[in-house]
T-cell receptor
Framework: DVKVTQSSRYLVKRTGEKVFLECVQD?????MFWYRQDPGLGLRLIYF???????EKGDIPEGYSVSREKKERFSLILESASTNQTSMYLC???????????FGEGSWLTVV | KQEVTQIPAALSVPEGENLVLNCSFT??????LQWFRQDPGKGLTSLLL?????REQTSGRLNASLDKSSGRSTLYIAASQPGDSATYLC??????????FGQGTELSVKP
């Protein structure tokens, strides 16, 4: 079975802190994605990557950056966390020509 | 700009009832449509995927249909069970490869 693992399920961070959210997939997928999910707004794409060291902005990249140094790992970075970044963050992956998208369990981030 | 809408936002039914969840989209130029299930506090699990050339897909008690011309998809759940309680989301993949999600329907099946 495909597994997308988000190492941190629940985090509480202070405003201004640098935050790293890590995601690892074990199926050699080329494509990886970071979404955030908020009540009333649904899932919104932050960043995605089609290959190692490659990244593309999604719909709401402001305040975020990403890193993909290895194929299996895609990290989301909040350079200076703010309270409006309190949310559920979901990582996902697909094969290059794949249709089915696989999601991790999510990371709940609270910024105080 | 593609928009995906799911109505109703919440639905409560007694166990054993057959039910239909609705998904509509504004741009018919889609690559495929997927239905997902999300349990509280968890990630999304893909249930069914319908390619743009297909009309329906079935998996067990689930049947999803697609009518591209009218911009609609339905997810039919037969003989609902309390374990089906979850939020169901649909997402369309446009020709550029981007997934656009609806906001989901929260389903509660009462014993």
């Amino acid at each position: 079975d495909v597994k997308v693992t988000q190492s941190s399920r629940y985090l509480v961070k202070r405003t201004g802190e640098k935050v790293f959210l890590e995601c690892v997939q074990d199926m050699d997928h080329e494509n990886m994605f970071w979404y955030r999910q908020d009540p009333g707004l649904g899932l919104r794409l932050i960043y995605f990557s089609y290959d190692v060291k490659m990244k593309e902005k999604g719909d709401i990249p402001e305040g975020y950056s990403v890193s993909r140094e290895k194929k299996e790992r895609f990290s989301l970075i909040l350079e200076s966390a703010s309270t409006n970044q309190t949310s559920m963050y979901l990582c996902a992956s697909t094969a290059l020509a794949g249709n089915t998208i696989y999601f991790g369990e999510g990371s709940w981030l609270t910024v105080v | 700009k593609q928009e995906v809408t799911q109505i109703p936002a919440a639905l409560s039914v007694p166990e054993g009832e057959n039910l239909v969840l609705n998904c509509s989209f504004t741009d018919s130029a889609i690559y495929n449509l997927q239905w997902f299930r999300q349990d509280p506090g968890k990630g999304l699990t893909s249930l069914l995927l319908i390619q743009s050339s297909q009309r329906e897909q079935t998996s067990g008690r689930l049947n999803a249909s697609l009518d591209k011309s009218s911009g609609r998809s339905t997810l039919y759940i037969a003989a609902s069970q309390p374990g089906d309680s979850a939020t169901y989301l649909c997402a369309v993949k446009n020709q550029g490869g981007k997934l656009i999600f609806g906001q989901g329907t929260e389903l509660s099946v009462k014993p």
